[in-house]
């Protein structure tokens, strides 16, 4: 198992099966080109339409790899990794990007909403991991980060507050 998994594709596909947008980090075989990344999408969406949807996250493992998917609406967000990554880490980044999506989105994920803020979804997507490296598994952070909203002005007040108060003894 994996302590610090790399995640190998974040793809987000309609009801239908057909991609809205993805990215993919790994060079593996079935990632390699167009026509392999979409029979890989069109089988995790038929094996997540065998199973019984839920409001909450799912998971299943399909040709060595772990795929964790939230269904929103009319839309499916998959987060694919090594099958022997932790389950519990893949699970953060899906839930992260859920809730950053949920945020830019003003509530609602959607075809729609996906489509006409690709920009932001494609940010989030930047701010979640780079190059399969997770950097941020909350969502409020990378949703500020997509808005350009300052999300550090209480560490730079307790540095500053720090800053002062050892100038002050040590002039005492």
Not at 57 to 74: G, K, R, T
Not at 146 to 153: A, E, R
Request: glycine share 4%.
């Amino acid at each position: 198992m994996e302590l610090a998994p790399t995640i190998q594709a974040i793809i987000i596909l309609d009801s239908n099966g057909r991609r809205l947008c993805a990215k993919y980090f790994s060079q593996g075989a079935e990632f390699s080109n167009k026509t392999n990344q979409t029979k890989f999408e069109s089988e995790i969406l038929a094996k997540s339409n065998r199973s019984i949807q839920r409001s909450d996250n799912d998971v299943l493992i399909y040709n060595n790899h772990l795929v964790l998917y939230v269904s929103s609406a009319n839309v499916r967000i998959f987060v694919v990794a090594s099958s022997t990554a932790n389950e519990l880490v893949v699970d953060e980044v899906l839930r992260a990007l859920e809730s950053a999506l949920t945020t830019l989105l003003k509530g609602q994920i959607d075809t729609r909403g996906i489509i006409d803020n690709m920009d932001y979804v494609l940010l989030a997507m930047d701010e979640v991991c780079e190059d399969g490296i997770i950097f941020e598994t909350e969502g409020d952070n990378i949703s500020k980060r997509v808005l350009m909203k300052d999300i550090s002005t209480m560490t730079q007040e307790t540095l500053f507050d720090a800053y002062h108060k050892a100038r002050d003894v040590w002039l005492k």
